[in-house]
C-alpha cells in the first residue's frame, strides 16, 4: 500500500469537509442508510480501486466495500466497479475524494497502457518521469504501474540521474561521473548511476569513463539513437528520453534501447470518467 496514504486522505478529507458537510448535513438524515455504485463512463484501464476502498474505510469503517473489478482490469463505459454500503451522509462526504482520485489514477493507466501496446514485440519498457503531480507520486507511479509501465526512479534519493545541468554545473561528463562515483563510496550507498548525453562526444566520453549503470539518449533523433545502441553493443542500458510521442515511440523501441521515458504519461493525461451515484430501491 501507498506509504503515509492515511496522512494523504486525512488531508483530502480537510480540503474538502472542514467543519462539515453541510449541504448533507441539511438534508439527509444522520442515520439513513443506503448504497452508492461506483459507474464507469469511458473505456479503459481502471486504477485506484484498492485506494477507494482505504478511503472509504479510513472515514468510516463500518462501510462495507463489494468489490466486483480490479485494479488493472479493461473496462468500458457502463462497466460497475464496486458497490458501498453504509450510512449515507458517509456515501455522500467520501464521494468527490474518492473519484477524483480514482479518475486521475484511471487515466494514467490508461495513457500508458496505450504506450506500452505499442512496444509489444519489443523488448523495451516504457518508464515515467518525477513529472508528478505534489503530493500524489506514488499514487501516480503506481497507476503506471498497473498500467504495465514500469516505474523509473521515485525520487532524488532512490537513484543517481546527472542530467544536463549536473554535468554543466560539474564541469563536465568525467567530472559528473567521477565525482558521483565517489560520493557513493564515501557515503558508503549502492544506488545505480544514470547519465544523460546530448550528443556522441558526451556518449563516448561517458562509455570512455565507465562505471555507470544506464546512459539517457537526449533528445537524440530515432537515426541517432540507432547507431548510439550500435555504439555502445550492450556495454550499459540504454534510456531514450525527450520529446517521445504515442506516434515516434515504437520507432525508438525498435533501434534496441532498453527504456523510453515518458513525461506524458503522468503531466498531460485525460481523467478517465466515471461516477459514484446512488442505487435506488
Partial sequence: MIENLDKLIDLWFAEDIRDGDHTSLSCIPPTQMGCSQLILKDDGIIAGIDIAKEICHHFDPEL???????????????DIAFRVYGNELSLLQVERTMLNVMQRMSGIATTTNKYVRLLE???????????????????????VRIGGGTNHRIGLFDMILLKDNHVDFAGGITNAIRRAQQYLKEKNKNLKIEIEVRNFDELQEALEVGGIDRIMLDNFTVENTRKAVELVNHRVELESSG??????????AL?????????????SVKSLDMSFKAVKE
Avoid: W
Fill in 121 to 143: 514485440g519489443t523488448t523495451t519498457r516504457v518508464l515515467d518521469t518525477r513529472k508528478t503531480t505534489p503530493g500524489l507520486r506514488l499514487l501516480e507511479k503506481e497507476a
Fill in 64 to 78: 462495507r466495500f463489494e468489490q466486483l473489478l480490479n485494479d488493472g482490469d479493461k473496462v468500458k463505459k457502463g
Fill in 243 to 252: 520529446g517521445i510521442t504515442i506516434d515516434t515511440i515504437r520507432d525508438y
Fill in 255 to 267: 533501434c534496441g534501447v532498453d527504456f523510453v521515458s515518458v513525461g506524458a504519461l503522468t503531466h
